[in-house]
């Protein structure tokens, strides 16, 4: 059986806040450990021209650890869940109605979601007029989903092998 491979690509998106949020946050608390700004307060004491022979080196420590900081705060600021879960139908539908649902009762909480979008991944779920349901009944469905599709999750390799048997 094949196993699915994360596809390689930047985890920072600055349209997104949480994300940046942790990135900022990472990077801060990495540099202030490795006691960046001291040592660049270190580096423009000593600056002149021209430059003394020990400048080159530290000023090239320097990018090295702040490059390797900037890529340490970057795949820590959001998580991917490509390829956690082998693909079945089964498995997948119970996602996709959780992940409506989940959408529904924020609608209705009054969030800002396309309702067309809303209808078209309802309607791919079998959900009928999902905007005319309360909050507490979009609740219950999304608890519904999320209690058979966490049954489901530890079996999804089992799913997925006789998935790919009945084709």
């Known amino acids: 059986l094949l196993k699915i491979v ?33 040592k660049i307060h270190g580096l423009t004491d000593i600056a002149s021209y021209p430059p003394p022979q020990a400048f080159p080196p ?57 309702s067309r979008y809303l209808r078209r991944m309802a309607e791919h779920c079998g959900i009928v007029k999902p905007l005319n349901s309360t909050v507490s009944e979009a609740e219950n469905a999304y608890n519904i989903c999320n209690q058979n599709f966490t049954t489901m999750k530890p079996k999804a390799a089992s799913y997925r092998r006789k998935h790919l048997r009945d084709r």
């Open 6 to 38: 994360r596809p390689s690509g930047r985890k920072l998106q600055c349209d997104k806040p949480d994300a940046l949020q942790k990135y900022h946050s990472s990077m801060i608390r990495q540099l202030k450990g490795h006691k960046i700004e001291k």
């Open 58 to 114: 530290l000023q090239n420590q320097i990018d090295r650890v702040k490059k390797d900081i900037m890529i340490s705060a970057e795949s820590k600021c959001r998580k991917w869940l490509m390829g956690t879960i082998d693909y079945s139908p089964e498995v997948f539908q119970w996602k996709y109605k959780r992940d409506c649902w989940k959408l529904i009762k924020k609608k209705l909480q009054g969030y800002s979601i396309c």
